[in-house]
Antibody, heavy 118, light 108 residues
Framework: QVTLRESGPALVKPTQTLTLTCTVS??????????VIWIRQPPGKALEWLAV???????YYSTSLKTRLTISMDPSKNQVVLTMTDMDPVDTATYYCARVQLRAFDYWGQGTLVTVSS | EVVLTQSPATLSLSPGDRATLSCRASQSVSNFLAWYQQKPGQAPRLLIYDTSTRAAGIPARFSGSGSGTDFTLTIGSLEPEDFAVYYCQQRSGWRGWAFGQGTKVEIK
């Protein structure tokens, strides 16, 4: 059974760095072609992709946010970690991780709401 | 970068009605278009991938079609559980991704 679960702080202050962890089960992060993506959704708004990492060690970032994002994989822990620097209230959103398969996102975590406020 | 535009923003229909949702790309894209359903407080759920292939467990009343820049999600006969927000999604450039802004299907 494939599952993904996001974890991280619910509240961060402006200018702080956010670190989120996606813990996966039911599939291997080291499988060639396997990817995990981070996506966010501000309250009442649309989905926005942030970063993706694959089992070959490649990483890709949203053009608009690439200077603030770092994605990494730790296959030994079955984890994919996203860091976002210089957080701002506009970054308040639910953050999801999802598995990339067949050019779509077939399994999603339940999401974690991150609020940026002083 | 590909921009996906969904229409209409809101679709007001009754159970049993047929729903037709549109997704238009800013440039001609491959047929790697997907559709998701999202209900309040839940993560999106994959419905359709590669334009017309239903994901596992998705009822046959959901169908996808299209090519080039114009794609459609059709719900053949709306069930009460189908009232939700629907998003289209496409690869954008090399290893980038794009989502539409969503269409809300609400009860009339």
């Amino acid at each position: 059974q494939v599952t993904l679960r996001e974890s991280g702080p619910a509240l961060v202050k402006p200018t702080q760095t956010l670190t989120l962890t996606c813990t996966v089960s039911g599939f291997s992060l080291t499988t060639s072609g396997m990817s995990v993506i981070w996506i966010r959704q501000p309250p009442g708004k649309a989905l926005e992709w942030l970063a993706v990492a694959d089992g070959d060690g490649d990483k890709y970032y949203s053009t608009s946010l690439k200077t603030r994002l770092t994605i990494s994989m730790d296959p030994s822990k079955n984890q994919v970690v996203l860091t976002m620097t210089d957080m701002d209230p506009v970054d308040t959103a639910t953050y999801y991780c999802a598995r990339v398969q067949l050019r779509a996102f077939d399994y999603w975590g339940q999401g974690t709401l991150v609020t940026v406020s002083s | 970068e590909v921009v996906l535009t969904q229409s209409p923003a809101t679709l007001s229909l009754s159970p049993g009605d047929r729903a037709t949702l549109s997704c238009r790309a800013s440039q001609s894209v491959s047929n790697f278009l997907a559709w998701y359903q999202q209900k309040p407080g839940q993560a999106p759920r994959l419905l359709i991938y590669d334009t017309s292939t239903r994901a596992a467990g998705i009822p046959a009343r959901f169908s996808g079609s299209g090519s080039g820049t114009d794609f459609t999600l059709t719900i053949g006969s709306l069930e009460p559980e189908d009232f939700a927000v629907y998003y289209c999604q496409q690869r954008s450039g090399w290893r980038g991704w794009a989502f539409g802004q969503g269409t809300k299907v609400e009860i009339k």
